[in-house]
Nanobody, 121 residues
Framework: QVQLVESGGGLVQAGGSLRLSCAAS????????MGWFRQAPGKDREFVSC???????YYANSVKGRFTISRDNAKNAVYLQMNNLKPEDTAAYYC???????????????WGQGTQVTVSS
């Protein structure tokens, strides 16, 4: 059983930055993709970014150029550096793992509890 714990969320002004972290436990290998999704109140969960086991990265168009995903396989961790944050980035952010890099939430099999990011204007 894989457990994921996110951290790093908070309240920030527009234009500011936050760095989200997600630590995975219960696995001894790094042969899986890790992704970030977000969900705002009243909206569907949406893809933000993912990174494959080999380090290939993918971003939603809405965050491309502002967010950077990275992973540390030795720590079984994934990070999301978020710069130039906008009010529309406000959401609960979830990390998840999948057998391969994917942009669809249904392809991910383990999820964290989420961390709230609030961007004020």
């Amino acid at each position: 059983q894989v457990q994921l714990v996110e951290s790093g969320g908070g309240l920030v002004q527009a234009g500011g930055s936050l760095r989200l972290s997600c630590a995975a436990s219960g696995r001894t290998d790094s042969n899986y993709a890790m992704g970030w999704f977000r969900q705002a109140p009243g909206k569907d969960r949406e893809f933000v970014s993912c990174i494959s086991s080999r380090g290939f990265v993918y971003y939603a168009n809405s965050v491309k150029g502002r967010f950077t995903i990275s992973r540390d396989n030795a720590k079984n961790a994934v990070y999301l550096q978020m710069n130039n944050l906008k009010p529309e980035d406000t959401a609960a952010y979830y990390c998840a793992t999948a057998p391969y890099a994917a942009v669809v939430a249904a392809d991910y099999n383990y999820w964290g509890q989420g961390t709230q990011v609030t961007v004020s204007s």
